[in-house]
Nanobody, 128 residues
């Protein structure tokens, strides 16, 4: 079992940037596909980024493509989400998630139901 702890959220003005971190313990992250999701009040939890086990492939929905960047440092057991050009509609709780994958390939999971482990979330608030 892997435990995930997010950090780096906060209050930022529109157009600003934040870097979220997700630190893992209990298992080595290199065995997991990692994802970042967000959930705004009254809305469904949605994916904003995912990255393959070795970092060779990443996925972004159109809503954040070109503004968010996911990366991972398996040696540090940490995954990052760089948020640039933030908009008020990016305001949400951001969650890190992990899904174990036996194959070392470029596959990423994009559905919430695919992921087995979740962090507690970190709040991102973007003011206009």
């Amino acid at each position: 079992q892997v435990q995930l702890v997010e950090s780096g959220g906060g209050l930022v003005q529109a157009g600003g940037s934040l870097r979220l971190s997700c630190a893992a313990s209990g298992r080595t992250l290199s065995s997991y596909v990692m994802g970042w999701f967000r959930q705004a009040p009254g809305k469904e939890r949605e994916i904003v980024a995912a990255i393959s086990r070795n970092g060779g492939h990443s996925y972004y929905p159109d809503s954040v493509k070109g503004r968010f960047t996911i990366s991972r440092d398996n040696a540090k057991n940490t995954v990052y989400l760089q948020l640039n050009s933030l908009k008020p509609e990016d305001t949400a709780v951001y969650y890190c998630a992990a899904k174990r994958r036996d194959f070392i390939d470029l596959y990423v999971y994009t559905r919430r139901a695919d992921y087995d482990y979740w962090g507690q979330g970190t709040q991102v608030t973007v003011s206009s």
